[in-house]
């Protein structure tokens, strides 16, 4: 059975933002090896819509290795979105998802194949609330934002998690890798 690995950036204050962080070559890295190791990646649409900044990239490098080659991976990298509003999706790699969450995780979950990745806080959540993750790991970026989107506030229950491990990054961002504990 594949394993769903959630991931996130999160300020220290407990908002998620993918514009609130400070990415440097080595996030860049890291996201691009996590992306590697992975067979598919979900997204709702907003978080969907932020991805297609690395599109035109893929075939436009910037000359920025880190986010040149982390390009690559994201333009190859299969993509699932969920979307009450969006009917077609432009990156060849990606499709609009045929079955509700849930189902559809399940399905792919099945089939053969590497990680799947969720990279939506909307999706986390509710795949957290359906006891669908392995793993979670998410990044917390020194900053204190002030405002957003808190990461946690619509967890139905309590969940417990177990720290597995931890990577620093030397722009000061920390990455906690979690398990879910059955409780």
Same mark, same amino acid.
Request: charged residues 25%.
């Given at each position: 059975m594949r394993k769903i690995i959630a991931a996130m950036n999160m300020t220290l204050d407990g908002f998620c933002d993918h514009t609130s962080g400070i990415p440097d +070559? =080595?996030?860049?890295?890291?996201? #691009?090896?996590?992306? /590697?190791?992975? +067979? @598919?990646?979900?997204?709702? #649409?907003?978080? &969907?819509?932020?991805? =297609? &900044?690395?599109?035109?990239? !893929?075939?436009?490098p910037t000359g920025d290795k880190s986010m040149d080659d982390f390009a690559v991976v994201m333009d190859r990298i299969p993509k699932v979105v969920f979307s009450h509003t969006l009917k077609t999706v432009e990156w060849e790699t990606a499709r609009i998802a045929e079955r509700g969450l849930e189902e559809e995780v399940l399905s792919l979950r099945q089939q053969p194949g590497g990680n799947i990745l969720v990279g939506s806080r909307s999706l986390i959540i509710a795949l957290i609330n359906l006891g669908l993750v392995d793993e979670f790991q998410v990044m917390i970026y020194?900053?204190?934002?002030? /405002?957003?989107?808190?990461? *946690?506030? /619509?967890?139905?229950? #309590?969940? @417990?998690?177990?720290? @597995?491990?931890?990577?620093? *990054? !030397?722009?000061?961002? @920390?990455?906690?890798?979690? =398990? *879910?504990?059955? =409780?």
């Open positions: +070559d =080595e996030i860049h890295d890291h996201y #691009r090896d996590l992306l /590697k190791n992975g +067979d @598919v990646a979900l997204y709702g #649409r907003i978080t &969907y819509q932020l991805m =297609e &900044y690395w599109k035109p990239l !893929a075939t436009n020194p900053v204190i934002e002030g /405002k957003g989107l808190p990461l *946690f506030d /619509k967890i139905h229950n #309590r969940t @417990v998690m177990k720290l @597995v491990n931890t990577k620093t *990054f !030397a722009g000061g961002a @920390v990455m906690l890798y979690y =398990e *879910f504990s059955k =409780e």
